[in-house]
């Protein structure tokens, strides 16, 4: 097991590199310069040049990326272009609230969808199924952002139980750190929700026709011990795969949600430094996303081996 | 019976109910006691330099970190800030200032002559005016730690407004060893003199940005009235925190929510909801409509190179079209044909003429006697912008059903910023008409309307080229009395349309929404918001 750990870690290199080329270029392809942002909107094209000359972005771009990467190699990732503060510390910043907003939303959705699925699974083809796989296609088919305004009018506006924005770090207490993230979290959940219940009822509906479920029933062991101990257990790797993808995803539903809810998490750093083509920036978060992934996807692999004692490395 | 103790849930409920009491009271913050005025601007603050950038919020913050020797007025004229008196020879050629007392930067160093040298000899190497102003100086000297004095090699006209201006980069005052800094990269640190000092190690760029009370500003008197930049100014509050919310419905929810205090532009559509809001109230920034629409047309290339093909583009606007789109609403919004903001001292209707008719067949005709053939016209459609998208796609609209071959290349706005400043053909990269905006403060003066300018090459992108446009500018600077002043403005306007320099498509008005309950003492300011005064009850 260690040596396939080992193995794996070694493995994410090449995939870094790969990662760190094409950001790098194709970020420096697409339209746009930050100099001219930065210049303003009075600027005459020789003071955008000049911006330009001084950020070292008029260098040959094979120049930039020796520099970026000898930089990264040093635990440097670089300077934003326009705060001057080193990505490093932006990226620190950042981390908490998206780290928060993603934890707790995988608790939400994990939470409600397991025991709804394993309900659909039981009650399959009856009303509870079918109000829980209704509930699931709505949950795919409404967009983050509409979920997100809903509930900020519902909760927030009208009834102000909860606030409509923004971040409390958990250093500030729990319920502060909490109440920022319950409505977020529903909004986010609700997509995955959907899909974990789906997958959860259709990898329990297969394991519940396996003969030895039939023998567990016979024997006269609890419903509820049949569904949880013995069924939903063996029902647990295509589960547990999907939650993985689900975190991978998330990474991409956060940026949305960060915004509508005001968090100030890596989502929304991403979007406004590729809106402000505050290139370092960029570079640092797919960097670290890439990362991310590329652990995630690590840890569920070994999850198997103790969901699954067939799994072997 | 299992020995197992069995869960008392009443107890379990209480304890719960302890430690929740618990989390929610560690949650209490520090500043509970302070006053805080949360605000959320048109942007985030990321740049600290307001030299370095021309980025409006940047000002904003320059505003409040650091002093100026002048601030302009509601009426634009401007009025003595950190400058105690001031002194003009007759031939208007020395003018000498002398400081106020007590004034001290934020790191307990006084402020001195040396400091105000450096600060505008930086100004005057990177923002336009300042370059124009510097171009007239021979020399800029400290007399005394108190006194400076400014000699000019002839009488220009624009000094003290040049001083005092707010549109693009202000002459804000720097520490001397932060002035030195060349004015093409960043001042690393936020060390001013102003009402508010820089919370650097709370700020969180694209997120909040801290300001606490300087205690030790020697605010203007009281009686002195505060208008726009000028008149009495003081640190209204204990600590502002700009939030920055990209999300326009997020932040008007949390001001009706109360989460924020102030909001300075909130969107048009939500003008309705917020004037039914309980505690919140809207309010028109000042005298002048606060953005001003342009088209502008690349006159390095055909067919706009040729003055008939760019007067032809007159005959596809109707202002009420792009306005009806942009606003909706008709109180918020003003035709203006002019390219001085209307409604302002110099505004005229010199060359409104161009206007008179809305006719796509003889824009055709015209572009046609041009030596236009079909060729695909580029333009630069930005798709993220709140005004400047609708307003690209009605001229877009007026372009095709005149039957012009419109090569609309759809990007953001940062793209768009970026393309614009190619001067090679649209086929190689290049651009024939993009849309934009300017503030109606800066569009008031001609010769802080940087767009209206015609220098060739050094202008700005478009560049328009025409020497009696820079003359009447020029003229201006040195005009002296106000019936001069308004004659060549009105000259100036006449020729700069007929050489259509930018086409105007109308004005409208940013109003700033706020919590009435909560807050008194805004002091109304167009284009530039100010958040000194300001007291929260």
């Keep these: 097991m260690t040596a396939y750990i080992l193995r794996r870690l070694l493995a994410t290199i090449p995939v870094m590199v790969v990662v760190a080329v094409f950001v790098f270029f194709l970020l420096r392809l697409a339209p746009g310069d930050p100099a001219a942002i930065i210049a303003g909107e009075d600027a005459t094209a020789e003071q955008i040049a000049a911006v330009r000359g001084k950020l070292g972005l008029d260098r040959p771009i094979l120049e930039q990326f020796v520099v970026w990467v000898a930089g990264m190699l040093q635990g440097d990732f670089g300077t934003s272009i326009f705060s001057n503060l080193p990505v490093g510390r932006l990226i620190l910043q950042r981390l908490e609230p998206t780290v928060s907003l993603t934890l707790s939303t995988l608790l939400v959705a994990v939470c409600f969808a397991i025991p709804l699925g394993v309900l659909a699974a039981w009650k399959a083809r009856r009303l509870v199924d079918r109000l829980v796989m209704g509930f699931a296609v709505m949950g795919f088919a409404m967009p983050v952002f509409l979920v997100g305004y809903v509930l900020i009018y519902v909760f927030a506006v009208r009834l102000g139980w909860l606030p409509v924005q923004g971040y409390r770090p958990l250093a500030e207490g729990l319920w502060p750190w909490a109440e920022c993230l319950i409505l977020p979290s529903l909004a986010l959940g609700i997509t995955y929700m959907a899909l974990i219940a789906r997958i959860t009822r259709a990898s329990m509906l297969e394991v519940l026709a396996q003969d030895y479920i039939r023998t567990a029933d016979s024997k006269g062991l609890a419903t509820r011990r049949v569904l949880l101990l013995h069924a939903l257990k063996n029902a647990s790797v295509p589960i547990v795969t999907v939650i993985g993808i689900g975190i991978a995803l998330l990474i991409s539903g956060v940026v949305i949600t960060e915004t509508v809810f005001n968090i100030p998490g890596l989502g929304r750093l991403t979007v406004d430094a590729v809106l402000k083509r505050d290139y370092p920036i960029v570079q640092g978060l797919i960097i670290v996303f890439a990362a991310a992934k590329v652990l995630v996807n690590l840890v569920i692999d070994i999850s198997y081996v103790f969901l699954d004692p067939r799994i072997r490395y | ?537």
């Design chain 2, 1 to 537: 019976m299992h020995p197992r103790a069995r869960i008392s849930w009443p107890r379990l409920g209480l304890a719960l109910a302890a430690c929740l009491a618990a989390a929610m009271a560690t949650g209490t913050p520090a500043n509970a006691q302070q006053k805080v005025l949360r605000a959320v601007l048109h942007a985030d603050v990321r740049v600290l330099d307001p030299i370095w950038t021309t980025q409006t919020i940047a000002n904003i913050h320059g505003m409040l970190v650091y002093d100026t020797l002048f601030g302009n007025d509601a009426g634009m004229q401007p009025k003595p800030q950190m400058v105690d008196t001031y002194d003009i020879t007759e031939d208007k050629l020395v003018y000498t200032f002398t400081l106020r007392d007590k004034l001290k930067f934020h790191d307990g160093s006084p402020v001195t002559t040396k400091d105000v040298v450096a600060s505008l000899e930086r100004w005057g190497k990177k923002d336009g005016v300042g370059i124009r102003l510097f171009s007239f100086v021979d020399k800029l000297e400290a007399v005394d730690d108190k006194t400076f004095r400014m000699t000019l090699k002839k009488p220009y006209g624009m000094v003290l407004e040049s001083l005092g201006k707010t549109n693009s980069s202000v002459a804000v005052i720097m520490r001397a060893q932060d002035a030195a800094t060349d004015p093409q990269q960043q001042v690393k640190e936020a060390i001013g003199s102003g009402p508010f000092k820089f919370a650097k190690d709370e700020w969180v760029p694209g997120s909040k940005a801290v300001y606490v009370k300087n205690a030790d500003y020697p605010s203007r008197p009281s009686s002195e009235k505060a208008e726009s930049f000028a008149g009495s100014k003081f640190p209204g509050v204990d600590r502002i925190e700009l939030v920055w919310i990209s999300d326009p419905q997020t932040a008007m929810s949390a001001l009706i929510n109360g989460e924020i205090d102030f909001y300075e532009n909130p969107n048009i559509d939500f003008y309705p909801i917020l004037e039914k809001a309980r505690g919140v109230k809207l309010m028109r920034t000042g005298t002048l409509d606060s953005t001003h629409g342009m088209i502008r047309l690349n006159h390095l290339h055909p067919p706009f190179n040729n003055v008939k093909g760019r007067q032809a583009m007159y005959y596809l606007i109707n202002q009420e079209n792009f306005l009806r789109a942009i606003v909706g609403d008709p109180k918020y919004y003003r035709i203006c044909h002019g390219l001085i903001t209307c409604g302002s001292p110099l505004g005229n209707d010199g060359g409104s003429h161009w206007f008179k008719e809305y006719n796509p067949k003889k824009a055709l005709q015209l572009l046609k006697e041009a030596g236009y053939n079909g060729e695909p016209i580029t333009v630069l459609a930005a798709t993220d912008h709140a005004t400047i998208t609708p307003a690209t796609q009605v001229l877009i609209q007026a372009m095709r059903e005149a039957g012009i071959n419109v090569d609309a290349q759809s990007m953001d706005w940062g793209s768009v910023v970026s393309r614009r400043a190619k001067k090679e053909p649209p086929a190689q990269g290049g651009w024939n008409i993009f849309v934009t905006t300017t503030g109606g403060v800066g569009s008031a003066n001609p010769v802080l309307h940087t767009w209206l300018g015609a220098a060739c090459d050094k202008g700005l992108f478009g560049w328009p080229c025409d020497a009696e446009v820079e003359k009447l500018r020029s003229d201006y600077a040195f005009a002296l009395k106000d019936e001069e002043k308004a004659k060549i403005a009105r000259d100036l306007q006449t020729r700069a349309m007929e050489q259509v320099v930018y086409i105007p498509f109308g004005q409208w008005d940013q109003m700033l929404a706020y919590r009435a309950d909560r807050l008194e003492g805004i002091v109304p300011n167009t284009g530039l918001v100010v958040l000194w005064n300001i007291t929260k009850k």
